[in-house]
């Protein structure tokens, strides 16, 4: 479970989000860690992960483009304005055929996040991976964060959305209780 924040509000969110992540990556996700966000990629801060689990290129202090990454892909869904119009216009590499790296299809899957309420994302970053992310709410409503797992990419892997959701929830709780 990947989770993206400011730098400010990142050592503090680290620590809550890992007593509600580490159940999840126990479960079937193997995949768990921690990470902050700039205006073009998501810096990976921390990382839980069973041994011999799902390709994923997520490395303690590695980046990843925004439009790729699950956790990524909600923050700019729910981002200010000014950074979902500066991410397409710049450059989207294409990680896999799957990655939204034209301007328009980026569009419509920052709306389909926001429509369901977190990212889903099949064979972006690596043709055997997938992605889910769930926003993370702040006092005021808006999104501060986004926990992400990576499992497998097999037809099975809906369910872990709710046990992300679950895990968003849980940690925007928290956070409201600071």
């Known amino acids: 479970m990947s989770v993206t924040a400011s ?3 990142g050592v503090e969110l680290e620590r809550r989000a890992r007593c509600k992540a580490e159940p999840a990556a126990t479960w079937r996700t193997r995949m768990v860690a921690a990470s902050s966000c700039s205006t073009e990629d998501v810096l990976f ?31 700019l869904a729910y981002g200010p304005t000014s950074l979902k119009e ?9 990680y896999t055929s799957a990655t939204p790296a034209e301007p328009t299809r980026l569009r419509a899957v920052l709306a389909e996040a926001r429509q369901q309420g977190y990212a889903y994302c099949p064979g972006r970053v690596h043709q055997e991976a997938l992605g889910i992310a769930a926003p993370i709410r ?16 097999e037809s099975s892997a809906h ?5 992300v959701r679950m895990a968003a929830r849980g940690i925007s709780r928290a956070r409201q209780r600071l």
């Open 7 to 9: 730098d400010q509000e």
């Open 45 to 75: 801060l921390e990382r839980l992960s069973a041994p011999n689990v799902v390709i994923n290129y997520t490395r303690i202090a590695g980046r990843l483009s925004l439009h790729a990454s699950s956790s990524g892909l909600v923050l």
């Open 86 to 94: 500066a991410v397409p216009s710049g450059p989207l590499i294409a």
């Open 138 to 153: 702040g006092a005021e409503g808006a999104v501060v964060a986004a926990p992400s797992v990576i499992v497998p990419s």
């Open 159 to 163: 369910a872990v959305v709710p046990v």
